[in-house]
């Protein structure tokens, strides 16, 4: 199975900051790469599919990037209601795998 | 709109089995591939398997193979996770999710507890 390294697994910031989080997958997995947001209770959300696609609805200070093994989710000026975990998915192969987590949580 | 809902948890005692379902409705069921993910408690997200849109396909994560099935039925417009042999360790919130750019929507999940 492919295995997807998330980092970091929690951060502290500030409203406004520009936040980075990475995927390193084992293996080359071309651009099938998702994130998803998920608030404490709730079910996932998703951001980005395509490993760089803006899924509808979602505000356009998220973004991501990455091809092959190495992707990045950047929001650019994280907002209040940002606060949550994020997963990168990888659906290129069966069985499809997640990464660990990143908490991000108020500085 | 997109709707998903699962119903069927509650508490199972280890080795024994549960059905849980997954209600569409809001889009076209027999198009897309549905999977279902699972969630054990303070962890992260886990895929469990999927089955291909028109049931002719399925496969399951490591830890759930030759244990859990997946199914659908087309006429009722729900999915279901069949769960056999449950361990303490399938303890979790199991949320379906239907496959069209990636998983964009999501059920509210339904708690499977697997205590003695």
């Known amino acids: 199975a492919i295995q997807m390294t998330q980092s970091p697994s929690s951060l502290s910031a500030s409203v406004g900051d520009r936040v980075t989080i990475t995927c390193r997958a084992s293996?080359?997995?071309?651009?099938?790469l998702a994130w998803y947001q998920q608030k404490p209770g709730k079910a996932p959300k998703l951001l980005i599919f395509a490993a760089s696609s803006l899924q509808s609805g979602v505000p356009s200070r998220f973004s991501g990037s990455g091809s092959g093994t190495d992707f990045t989710l950047t929001i650019s000026s994280l907002q209040s209601e940002d606060f949550a975990t994020y997963y990168c998915?990888?659906?290129?192969?069966?069985?499809?795998?997640f990464g660990g987590g990143t908490k991000v949580e108020i500085k | 709109q997109v709707q998903l809902v699962e119903s069927g948890g509650g508490v199972v005692q280890p080795g024994r089995s549960l059905r849980l379902s997954c209600a569409a409705s809001g889009f076209t069921f027999s198009n897309d591939a549905m999977h279902w993910v699972r969630q054990a408690p303070g962890k992260g997200l886990e895929w469990v398997g999927v089955?291909?849109?028109?049931?002719?396909?399925?496969y399951y994560g490591d830890s759930v193979k030759g244990r859990f099935a997946i199914s659908r039925d087309t006429s009722r417009n729900t999915l279901y996770l069949e769960m056999n042999s449950l361990r303490p360790e399938d303890t979790a919130i199991y949320y379906c999710?239907?496959?069209?750019?990636?998983?964009?929507?999501w059920g509210q999940g339904t708690l499977v507890t697997v205590s003695s």
């Open positions: 998915l990888q659906d290129s192969n069966y069985p499809l795998t």
């Open positions: 089955i291909s849109f028109d049931g002719s396909h399925n």
């Open positions: 999710a239907r496959e069209f750019r990636s998983f964009d929507s």
């Open positions: 293996q080359g997995i071309r651009n099938d």
